[in-house]
């Protein structure tokens, strides 16, 4: 898609910000997490610059507003695709513009850059390939969205370009449009059956499982739109193997109460669990990558692997 003259997008873009105003994270809940990430920072020194690289993407993720346009689905086609397990954005195009995408992709990669070392070449050669055309950024948005998450590494990888900073930074400049679009979804969701382990919204896999309430029932955090549903406890959402025997969890011995990663010995994949009273905000999603880091490692020395 060619950019149309700026003026145009100007009033575009406030034409898109008046229709939908932001319905997501508030400054107040953006300071919170980055003051976690400080805390957490603080009391685990070898969390340091992983804490403060995530405050720095946090804050440039929502420096600016991402403006998001009114999606089209019926509430009829809506249940079909929600009966037949189709995640109700497989197929759509995405509802914001690919400019305003590709300049908070941009931004990101300038945080990334003055933030961390590790990362100042790899994010100087992603901004020169979206730069000169070389990463198309809205196909591979369209592909990630579509369920072909799992080609797009090796796709980069041929490429010669950095895949994993490509995704992470990928994934974080859409979610300020993506939980939008899961707001306006959720009256299409609202009284329907979803049996599966991956987003009904965007398809993507569970980032953690939330364990509200006393009751501690499960419900899963998309790490693309930060949608949530909820699933049963004594099931894999990977395999969707329901035998308890084959079930377990991994944990560091004190903390169980509060987070651990249920694990299962089918697929040998694993999820992370996080007891909250209410709904992690996308910004607190965030922090709980970086404080539950500990629980990827012991899990993955373990054997188990992402999805
Ligand atoms: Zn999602
Ligand atoms: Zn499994």
Not at 56 to 71: E, F, G, K
Not at 175 to 195: D, H, I, N, T, Y
Not at 269 to 298: F, G, N, Q, W
Request: net charge negative.
């Amino acid at each position: 898609m060619k950019d149309k003259p700026e003026e145009k997008d100007d009033a575009v873009a406030k034409t898109f910000a008046r229709i939908f105003k932001r319905q997501t994270a508030d400054s107040a809940t953006i300071a919170g997490a980055v003051d976690k990430l400080a805390k957490l920072s603080a009391t685990y020194p070898d969390l340091q610059a992983a804490a403060a690289l995530q405050a720095a993407l946090l804050r440039t993720m929502y420096a600016a507003p991402a403006p998001v346009q009114s999606l089209d689905i019926s509430a009829e086609t809506a249940a079909i695709r929600l009966i037949a397990g189709t995640p109700l954005l497989h197929g759509v195009a995405l509802p914001f513009r690919e400019q305003d995408l590709r300049a908070l992709f941009l931004r990101l990669c300038a945080s990334a850059r003055n933030q961390s070392e590790n990362h100042t070449s790899t994010a100087a050669v992603l901004e020169q390939a979206v730069q000169r055309g070389r990463l198309d950024l809205w196909a591979l948005s369209h592909r990630l969205i579509g369920g072909e998450g799992s080609t797009l590494a090796t796709d980069l990888d041929t490429q010669d370009l950095p895949a994993a900073l490509t995704m992470t930074l990928l994934r974080l400049a859409l979610l300020p449009f993506l939980e939008q679009v899961a707001v306006q979804l959720a009256p299409l969701r609202a009284g329907q059956s979803w049996q599966q382990g991956y987003c009904p919204s965007c398809g993507a896999w569970p980032i953690l499982a939330e364990q509200r309430g006393l009751e501690q029932f499960r419900y899963l955090r998309c790490g693309l739109c930060t949608d949530s549903w909820e699933v049963d406890r004594i099931w894999c959402v990977f395999c969707h193997n329901r035998d308890h025997l084959q079930l377990g969890y991994v944990q560091v011995e004190g903390e169980e109460q509060k987070q651990r990663a249920a694990t299962c010995d089918v697929c040998h994949s694993y999820l992370k669990l996080r007891s909250t009273l209410t709904p992690l905000s996308a910004p607190e999603l965030l922090v709980e990558e970086v404080a539950l880091a500990h629980l990827d490692l012991i899990a993955l020395d373990k054997g188990y692997a992402p999805p």
